[in-house]
T-cell receptor, first 112, second 109 residues
């Protein structure tokens, strides 16, 4: 039973480009959560999704960021027109109903 | 905002038990206590969770006070690989996890 898979592990983008981060939850998990960790800072909640629905996006920046979790395929965190301040580690987690989250290994985004 | 209070850092000698405290005085009746840890630059790792009874698994034990206002995570025989930031979290099942600043645990050889 594979864990939460995130790809790519490392992503380099130039300012103004788009970044797409993918997260495949564990088999049978229908809840997906995205977190961001800036260098030397804590984990900040971004968005909580279930299949085809955004449940809580209270931590998402109002512009340039979007997330989806389609009926088929991985969850996608999309950052448009990236800026240097978007450089961070982005972690995805999935969960079934009554157990703890399982986190992926993260995607390290570097904006140059 | 996180609903828990933890010491910012702790030291523990290798081979000894590491006891990490957490205060959650405003916990609600339907909120669980969860513990996670993050080893440098890796994704957070689930350790254990409980509601009101003490819990034990292969990684750790969780002791929750009778009034549920505090808890202690116990790593029975700490090793160097247990060096990490440990997060105590309270949450309702299915709700999002809000991470606080955690406790940076240093295991000393």
């Amino acid at each position: 039973n594979a864990g939460v898979m995130q790809n790519p592990r490392h992503l380099v983008r130039r300012r103004g480009q788009e970044a797409r981060l993918r997260c495949s939850p564990m088999k049978g998990h229908s809840h997906v959560y995205w977190y961001r960790q800036l260098p030397e800072e804590g984990l900040k909640f971004m968005v909580y999704l279930q299949k085809e629905n955004i449940i809580d996006e209270s931590g998402m920046p109002k512009e340039r960021f979007s997330a989806e979790f389609p009926k088929e395929g991985p969850s996608i965190l999309r950052i448009q027109q990236v800026v240097r301040g978007d450089s961070a580690a982005y972690f995805c987690a999935s969960s079934p109903r009554r157990e703890g989250y399982t986190f992926g290994s993260g995607t390290r985004l570097t904006v140059v | 905002d996180a609903k828990t209070t933890q010491p910012p850092s702790m030291d523990c000698a290798e081979g000894r038990a590491a006891n990490l405290p957490c205060n959650h005085s405003t916990i609600s009746g339907n909120e669980y206590v969860y513990w996670y840890r993050q080893i440098h630059s890796q994704g957070p790792q689930y350790i254990i969770h409980g509601l009101k009874n003490n819990e034990t698994n292969e990684m750790a034990s969780l002791i929750i006070t009778e009034d549920r206002k505090s808890s202690t995570l116990i790593l029975p025989h700490a090793t160097l690989r247990d060096t990490a930031v440990y997060y105590c979290i309270v949450r309702v099942i299915d709700d999002k996890i809000i991470f606080g600043k955690g406790t940076r645990l240093h295991i000393l050889p």
